[in-house]
């Protein structure tokens, strides 16, 4: 760079404005800050002309060239702008060695030249010039670089990248999702480092086989609720893509273009659970809408059950038709959520759904809680008091008389294991009168 320098026989970090034009340090010492003292006398044919967009902001005053490129095939990148429109993005044009202007500002952005020709913006798209100022590719791409030692280059058009030679002739078309970034030696190389999409394998252990996923596969989920099957979601641009259901081997059980969704969905199989810009909605196979997406939230309880919070937080339990099943209301709690039975308490008493996937509904005069006592639902009442036990399924454990017969006494549950269920009482009995005698609740119902 000296070498350089020392040929202009001026030094300088920045172009500045004058009144009479000349590019100087002496004036707008402020705005500058610069650390040199020689002027440069640039009069250009058109209006003033200045380096760089916003002074203060676009330079490192620490750097010599810092609002300048350096020489490469004898021109240096400049930007220039004029002196009313400081706060405006630049205009690129090039330098020679005397420190005129070899080719014109015209270009919206520009790059320095590597291997003879350099990447110019103009009119939104890029193209190659070579040192004249001509072009040598029209500008018709959305990205380019550099062109390497090879005579080759990387270019984007729409979401693909390919590499070109110094003709503009497509060498290589990359795959939809490739990714460059240029080194910043790229124009000594010979190689051109581009990263591709490669498509992830499933490995199934118990048949030692792998299974083939389709082209342009992003990323791979289980379908907890569907035997063999995958989340799968096939790339339709640069860095998305849309989600469809694969059975164990490879087919499509629905495929992308009907659930046309860029969300994890959910599923049993049957239904599928579709996240939309403004809510949650349940589909069919065939994508068609069974309910609109109003749902703040939806999570699969069983299978054709759908529990969702509506935009008013009322919570509901659907089928897989999309026709509600139960209100539950705005604050309904949830037990032993992670597997069936599994059982809801709303208001006026518990939702339960069993283990065959039916949904029974009990309701209490005095209720106050359910809670899950080994493999019983207890119902208590608004003294706390255990009043009543449920099987799994939902049926009463307890005729209506041993139901009757609890009312004379304080009821203690006993939590049941697998070791002592067969054994263990369903309850301990404390009886209300001081005189009588205490008893059991036997797991034949008898007290």
Request: charged share 25%.
């Amino acid at each position: 760079m000296r070498d350089i320098l020392a040929r202009l026989s001026f030094g300088y970090s920045t172009v500045c404005p004058s009144p009479l034009g000349a590019v100087c340090k002496g004036e707008f010492m402020t705005c500058l800050r610069l650390r040199m003292a020689i002027c440069l006398a640039l009069v250009l044919a058109a209006s003033p002309a200045l380096a760089a967009q916003n002074w203060p902001r676009s330079c490192d005053w620490r750097d010599p060239v810092s609002c300048f490129g350096t020489f490469h095939d004898g021109r240096a990148l400049v930007p220039t702008g004029s002196v009313e429109s400081l706060d405006k993005a630049p205009v690129y044009g090039y330098i020679d060695y005397d420190g005129q202007m070899a080719i014109a500002p015209r270009f919206e952005k520009a790059a320095p030249f590597a291997n003879g020709l350099a990447q110019v913006k103009l009119d939104g798209k890029w193209g190659y010039i070579d040192t004249s100022g001509a072009f040598v590719i029209s500008p018709h791409y959305d990205s380019a670089n550099s062109f390497n030692a090879a005579g080759v280059a990387v270019v984007e058009e729409g979401e693909e990248f390919s590499l070109i030679d110094r003709t503009g002739a497509v060498v290589k078309r990359f795959p939809l999702g490739a990714r460059y970034l240029e080194p910043g030696n790229q124009s000594e190389l010979s190689l051109t480092p581009i990263e591709v999409p490669v498509v992830p394998k499933v490995w199934n252990a118990a048949s030692e086989t792998v299974l083939t996923l389709p082209d342009k596969t992003m990323r791979v989920e289980p379908a907890p609720s569907v035997e063999g099957g995958l989340f799968v979601l096939i790339r339709d641009s640069r860095y998305r893509g849309q989600w469809g259901l694969l059975d164990a081997d490879g087919a499509w059980i629905v495929a992308p273009e009907t659930l046309h969704t860029r969300y994890l969905p959910k599923t049993d199989g049957e239904a599928f659970a579709l996240k939309r810009d403004d809510g949650w909605q349940l589909v069919d196979r065939q994508g068609q809408a069974l309910t609109q997406p109003v749902f703040r939230t939806i999570s699969l309880v069983a299978p054709g059950i759908w529990y969702v919070r509506q935009q008013d937080r009322t919570k509901l339990l659907l089928g897989n038709d999309g026709n509600t099943l139960v209100s539950l209301g705005k604050r309904p709690r949830q037990i032993n959520r992670d597997e069936l039975p599994t059982y809801f308490q709303i208001d006026e008493g518990v939702v339960i759904i069993n283990a065959a996937g039916e949904v029974v509904t009990k309701t209490f005069a005095d209720f106050d809680s359910g809670r899950v006592k080994g493999d019983y639902l207890w119902i208590y009442d608004k003294e706390s008091q255990p009043v009543e036990p449920f099987s799994p399924d939902g049926t009463a454990v307890l005729d209506d008389e041993t139901t009757a017969r609890l009312e004379d006494y304080y009821v203690t549950p006993l939590p049941a294991t697998a070791a002592n269920e067969a054994t263990l009482p369903l309850a301990e009995l404390r009886p209300k009168d001081v005189n009588a005698a205490p008893a059991i609740l036997s797991r034949e119902a008898r007290s």
